[in-house]
């Protein structure tokens, strides 16, 4: 086993869902709530990485993080070729299944609630917090278990902005290639087994929060309003 | 007509216009401490303008002042103002109850408490006061309409709010419950001075809580005044057929029991349900047209309709 990847993978992983997540959630709740002119493209966008060639994206993220880039311009702050580059590679990945997600969750969340909690004196951070949030869990925590999954498997984008520099951004996608590359099966068979464990936990814990409760029955005798 | 008695103090003064699409709302009034009734056909503005009222529809133009504080203001005299919802501190009950599904009654109830030290006995205290004491811990998908509408107005009285806003808040309570809760408002309004709102499309809510009544029609208020008054004297046929009047009439209390009272209009006797009226008082009755069954001389009289007979002459009815 490659340890070493094992370990970079997870901290990428990590990292990237913490960008998924905060990301994902403000854009969600951006898109679900507010109407603002351009909001179609920023949503077509923000989804483009699931269906663009990894490479492509990978692209874009050269220009962006690299030399002439603003990243590099205005920040000053040098990540191509670094676990970084992997972690934002994983994060762009995985943040459109979150958004989707979460988006749809927070949709869902009647706004006829969000107006009772403002009437009850909730400023707008605890109506989303206290109603929102709570209301759209399953979508929100679905999303970022997809997106992590997502990250977790980064392979293309990864490979253009980070390289595949064992020990300092080879991640366990990049390190199964290598292994199959230099013929190494063994390794490969262990890598594998393990990336699909762990993409089979994900999707499974996935498929439990969204499986609808079983449908609640009234107590007995509660359906007709009781005489006090 | 439609100004306080003037013993009243205006607490609430509401002016406000709104447009939306083909809709144009214009509503002027002014409310001290009582319970106003809103009533008007659906589509006629009434829950648009508890919402505008608690702050979560914005008027295009208006006024909206409670207890000397500006809620709204926009295209009047003065600075605009448009202060937001949840500093206003007013009691809502919606008319879909809206309870948060993922707290517990007791959690809904606390909900406008929070971080106050006695939040949990507080709402516990309100739920027992609504007889619901048993149900705290139930979620809303738990609760039957009437429990969760007795949550709703524990909820909305929780932050002890001067201003209660009711949209049909019994709809949903059978008839035992509705009088008691219609009782317990009234006295929860003239102990605290609270100023109550409420939409309602009931009758016995009209009579039983309403001091005063406003007819909305339209997006415009028709008529406001004493119940009564409105019912007695309806500014236009359309108010008057808004409020359904239909077999209004002056009776006479002869006989009160405890089991019911007796009234007697032009010579002919009804039974009603026991109300508190004074023998010898002259109130204004009516028959809903559904309750009036015309019994066919050559058909069984049905043993249950044994009271209330009235022998009809069929004299000709002349309708204005």
Same mark, same amino acid.
């Given at each position: ?8 993978? *997870? ?7 913490? *960008? ?6 403000? *854009?969600? *709740? ?38 002439? &880039?603003?990243?590099?311009? !205005? ?7 670094? !676990? ?54 399953? #979508? ?6 997809? #997106?992590?999954?997502?990250?977790? &498997? ?47 936990? &994900?999707?499974? !814990? ?23 | ?40 056909? +659906? ?51 919606? $008319? ?19 971080? $106050? ?5 507080? =709402? ?65 309004? +003239?102990?605290?001075?609270? /100023? /109550? ?28 005044? $004493? ?7 309806? /500014? ?10 239909? @077999?209004?009439?002056?009776?006479? /209390? ?45 058909? $069984?009289?049905?043993? =249950? ?8 002459? @069929? ?6």
């Amino acid at each position: 086993m490659n340890w070493q990847a094992l370990l970079l993978s *997870l901290q990428v992983t990590a990292v990237a869902s913490v *960008l998924i997540f905060v990301f994902g959630l403000a *854009l969600a *709740l951006l898109f679900a709530r507010k109407h603002f002119p351009g909001r179609l493209i920023a949503e077509t966008i923000v989804t483009l990485p699931m269906v663009l060639p990894p490479t492509v994206v990978g692209y874009y993220l050269l220009l962006f993080l690299g030399q002439g &880039g603003p990243i590099v311009g !205005w920040l000053r702050v040098h990540v191509l070729f670094t !676990w970084q580059a992997a972690a934002v590679a994983s994060a762009v990945a995985g943040l459109p299944l979150m958004v989707l997600s979460a988006q749809a969750a927070i949709a869902n969340v009647d706004p006829a609630l969000e107006n009772a909690a403002r009437g009850l004196g909730s400023s707008e951070p605890g109506v989303f917090f206290r109603v929102t949030l709570p209301l759209a869990r399953r #979508g929100v925590l679905a999303g970022l278990l997809l #997106g992590s999954a997502r990250a977790l &498997g980064e392979f293309g984008a990864t490979l253009m902005v980070a390289g595949n520099i064992p020990g300092r951004t080879q991640t366990m996608p990049l390190a199964i290639y290598d292994a199959v590359q230099t013929g190494r099966y063994d390794l490969a068979n262990q890598m594998v087994l393990l990336m699909t464990a762990l993409a089979f936990m &994900g999707l499974w !814990w996935v498929r439990r929060i969204e499986q609808p409760k079983r449908p609640q029955t009234p107590p007995p005798g509660d359906v007709k309003e009781q005489r006090s | 007509m439609g100004s306080l008695s003037p013993l009243e103090k205006t607490r609430l003064t509401v002016d406000v216009e709104l447009h939306r699409g083909s809709f144009r709302l214009g509503i002027n009034f002014q409310a001290g401490a009582e319970i106003l009734i809103l009533f008007g056909p +659906s589509g006629a503005g009434k829950s648009t303008l508890l919402n505008m009222i608690s702050g979560l529809v914005k008027p295009d133009a208006g006024e909206i002042i409670f207890d000397g504080v500006t809620f709204f203001r926009k295209h009047r005299p003065g600075i605009n103002i448009n202060l937001a919802a949840r500093k206003r501190r007013i009691g809502y009950v919606f $008319q879909d109850y809206a309870l948060f599904p993922h707290l517990t009654a007791v959690e809904n109830v606390a909900y406008p408490l929070w971080r $106050q030290k006695d939040a949990d006995s507080k =709402a516990a205290m309100l739920l027992k006061k609504l007889g619901i004491a048993h149900l705290g811990n139930r979620y809303p998908h738990e609760l039957s309409g009437g429990q969760k509408q007795r949550v709703a107005i524990a909820r909305a009285l929780a932050p002890d709010p001067k201003l209660l806003l009711l949209d049909e808040p019994f709809s949903a309570l059978d008839l035992s419950l509705r009088e008691r809760l219609q009782s317990d408002l009234s006295a929860l309004q +003239s102990e605290s001075g609270l /100023v /109550v709102i409420c939409v309602t499309h009931n009758l016995e809510d009209m009579f039983t809580l309403g001091d005063r009544l406003a007819v909305i029609q339209n997006g415009n208020l028709d008529q406001i005044g $004493q119940v009564e008054e409105v019912f007695n004297s309806p /500014v236009n046929h359309q108010v008057a057929s808004t409020l359904g009047i239909q @077999n209004l009439f002056q009776a006479r /209390v002869v006989d009160s029991r405890a089991n019911g009272i007796v009234l007697e209009w032009d010579g002919l006797y009804f039974e009603a349900p026991f109300q508190p009226v004074k023998v010898g008082e002259l109130v204004t009755a009516y028959i809903r047209a559904e309750d009036i069954k015309v019994l066919y001389p050559d058909m $069984q009289l049905n043993k =249950a309709v044994s009271h209330n007979q009235v022998a009809g002459a @069929n004299p000709p009815c002349q309708w204005p």
